[in-house]
């Protein structure tokens, strides 16, 4: 029975004893003090928005970002006139080497010039001779393509109206003592430019008396010589 209590004395020191060891070093950890956050709130619309109704007799204007990847170079303009963005590239070359052979051929002296038509009547001066008449060579010195001339002794046509060919032609008008006047005139321009004629003029023995020639004539202009018979 001794036994018995004693035991129970030696579990109740033992307890008493293991419960102030962890009584004094045992410290609890306080919970963090943080404020609870707080709640969301999402405002309510006061107003409905407005909802504008499209203008369906209007255009819409297609507006590319200024930094689209799909645009190259400036927006074209669309427009219902006939253009000529579907011509063949080979008229082109075509069209540049036709022009510079044409300035070659009229560089040359191998084809007439249309551009630049002489409209001005020219005087060709004056010759002094004793013949009794003189004799006209007259032809086309570049393209033959139907140049006509007509040719007049104080004011009497000579001849009628005479086409130009690459070979000479000719004609013969007398002269008046005193003062004759001798003028020749381009009567068309023929089909590829002004009237070109080379003419040369000789005296009754046959002596070169005066070679001229006018180059790319409008129709209707003059060349005048002043024929003095001495």
Known sequence: MKQFWLVVMMCFAVSSYAQNEFSTKFKAIPPLKT??????????????PVIKAPNL???????????????????????????????????????????????????????????????????????RTKSKYFTVYYRDYIYIDGDLIKATINNQMIGGVMQLYSSYGQFVFNLNEGINTFEMEAYSKGTSGG????????????????????????????????????
């Not at 404020?35 to 409905?48: F, N, S, V």
């Not at 253009?83 to 007439?112: A, C, S």
């Not at 009237?195 to 003059?222: A, M, P, Q, Y």
Request: glycine share 6%; aromatic share 8%.
């Open 57 to 127: 007799f209007k255009k819409p204007d297609v507006v590319l970002p200024s930094s689209s990847k799909y645009q190259i170079g400036e927006a074209k303009q669309i427009s219902m006139e006939q253009t000529n963005d579907f011509v063949n590239p080979g008229d082109r070359i075509r069209d540049k080497m036709t022009k510079d052979l044409d300035k070659t051929l009229v560089r040359e002296g191998l084809k007439e010039d249309d551009r630049l038509l002489v409209k001005i009547d020219k005087n060709f001066g004056e010759i």
């Open 195 to 230: 009237n070109t004629c080379e003419f040369k003029i000789f005296d009754d023995k046959g002596v070169l008396v005066r070679s001229e020639l006018w180059d790319n004539w409008d129709k209707g202009v003059k060349g005048k010589f002043v024929i003095v018979k001495e």
């Open 35 to 48: 404020a609870a956050a707080p709640k969301k709130t999402i405002p309510l619309a006061t107003d409905a």
